[in-house]
């Protein structure tokens, strides 16, 4: 399956995961592809995702804010190239977004 995600990772070193808005956590779980994963909805009803992650430090449930380290980089069969790495996709409205085109826009208009 293509993604419009994209990959962020640090010269193959662990690093911080931030939650990019606040939000409330509406899913974790271990993928056979992502590996761990976290679903962060929005008041705005954006909904980010962050997979390959390594260390996930927010349960299912929780209410985040923006800023907050929510999980350190990892590895997954989706990305095992990459080493630690993180993979973030955007959706809005049951379609997914390519995140490097919301650079610099706010929310509300994406």
Do not use: R, W
Not at 61 to 79: C, F, N, R, V, W
């Amino acid at each position: 399956m293509k993604s419009v995600g994209v990959d962020y990772t640090y010269s193959n070193k662990k690093f911080d995961v931030i939650a990019s808005l606040d939000g409330k956590v509406i899913d974790k779980q271990v993928d056979s592809i992502y590996g761990n994963v976290l679903v962060i909805k929005h008041d705005s009803g954006i909904e980010l995702v962050y997979s390959s992650l390594g260390d996930v430090l927010v349960n299912k449930g929780d209410s985040i804010t923006q800023g907050t380290k929510i999980a350190t980089s990892g590895e997954s069969a989706y990305t095992s190239t990459l080493g630690s790495c993180l993979h973030f996709e955007i959706i809005k409205d049951s379609k997914y977004l390519n995140p490097e085109k919301s650079y610099g826009l706010e929310v509300l208009k994406l």
